[in-house]
């Protein structure tokens, strides 16, 4: 259901956090209860990497490693994206910015288009979590929805629940080497994001440890203003 009335419209926000934060969970939820759209840049480089393009070959092999896509590559693919349509609504940043130098980008885009971020959602979570939430989770192959094999099962086994697919796939970059890796760059390269916003007022918290749907709520709260 769409909440209508709640917040500006046009909202523009940042889901931050590392990886297993549950970014993408919530961002899905928000898109599927407001006029948003989930701008997910893994999604992205994975369709990028499925069309089997030159750049595709060159991202694929850097994300294997866990290590980060150039930030020229993914401001580009942003700049590109926040243009269609789809995007004056509002969007959900999911997965960028992860460097200052992508975050100094962004401003300069928004600027440019006369608008700026609300929000930027801090999700805050132990380390030790991280890797049971990554190890367990797949997504539909035909329309992306998220689920666990723990926390966020399909309602019927095997099915999706928004619709009705019966395959699934698992990230490559899953694998716990992978994850290692993925950790550290955020810690290098995204956890000083966080007193980048929160030096421009923007940031604000969650605590992402709770179940998917009181995070939500938590969200819901600030996205209304609270
Ligand atoms: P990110 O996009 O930050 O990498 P995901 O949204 O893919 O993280 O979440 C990682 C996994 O953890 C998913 O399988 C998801 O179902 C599960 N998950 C997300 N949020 C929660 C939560 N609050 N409690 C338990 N499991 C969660
Ligand atoms: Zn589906």
């Known amino acids: 259901q769409e909440i209508a009335s709640a917040g500006s419209p046009g909202m523009k926000l940042i889901l931050l956090?590392?990886?297993?934060?549950?970014?993408?969970?919530?961002?899905?939820?928000?898109?599927?209860?407001?006029?948003?759209?989930?701008?997910?840049?893994?999604?992205?480089?994975?369709?990028?990497?499925?069309?089997?393009?030159a750049?595709?070959?060159?991202?694929k092999a850097i994300i294997d490693t866990?290590?980060?896509?150039?930030?020229?590559?993914?401001?580009?693919?942003?700049?590109?994206?926040?243009?269609?349509?789809?995007?004056?609504?509002?969007?959900?940043?999911?997965?960028?910015?992860?460097?200052?130098?992508?975050?100094?980008?962004?401003?300069?885009?928004?600027?440019?288009?006369?608008?700026?971020?609300?929000h930027v959602i801090a999700m805050v979570v132990d380390a030790d979590v991280l890797t049971r939430r990554i190890g367990g989770r797949f997504s539909c192959a035909k329309c992306g929805a998220g689920y666990h094999?723990?926390?966020?099962?399909?309602?019927?086994?095997?099915?999706?629940?928004?619709?009705?697919?019966?395959?699934?796939?698992?990230?490559?970059?899953?694998?716990?080497?992978?994850?290692r890796a993925r950790l550290e760059a955020y810690e290098a390269q995204t956890a000083p994001l966080l007193p980048y916003y929160r030096d421009k007022n923007l940031l604000r918290s969650v605590n992402a440890m709770a179940g998917i749907d009181e995070v939500t709520a938590e969200i819901e709260k600030i996205l209304m203003g609270a």
């Open 66 to 118: 866990g290590a980060l896509v150039p930030d020229d590559i993914m401001v580009r693919m942003i700049a590109d994206r926040i243009e269609q349509p789809d995007c004056g609504d509002g969007f959900i940043l999911d997965g960028f910015p992860r460097t200052t130098a992508q975050a100094e980008a962004l401003d300069v885009m928004l600027d440019a288009r006369n608008t700026a971020l609300d």
């Open 55 to 59: 750049l595709g070959q060159e991202v």
């Open 149 to 179: 094999d723990e926390f966020q099962k399909p309602r019927q086994d095997g099915v999706c629940d928004h619709c009705g697919g019966t395959e699934f796939t698992r990230r490559s970059d899953d694998k716990p080497e992978t994850v």
């Open 17 to 53: 956090g590392p990886p297993g934060a549950g970014k993408g969970t919530q961002a899905q939820e928000l898109e599927r209860r407001r006029n948003l759209v989930q701008l997910s840049t893994g999604d992205m480089l994975r369709a990028v990497i499925a069309s089997g393009s």
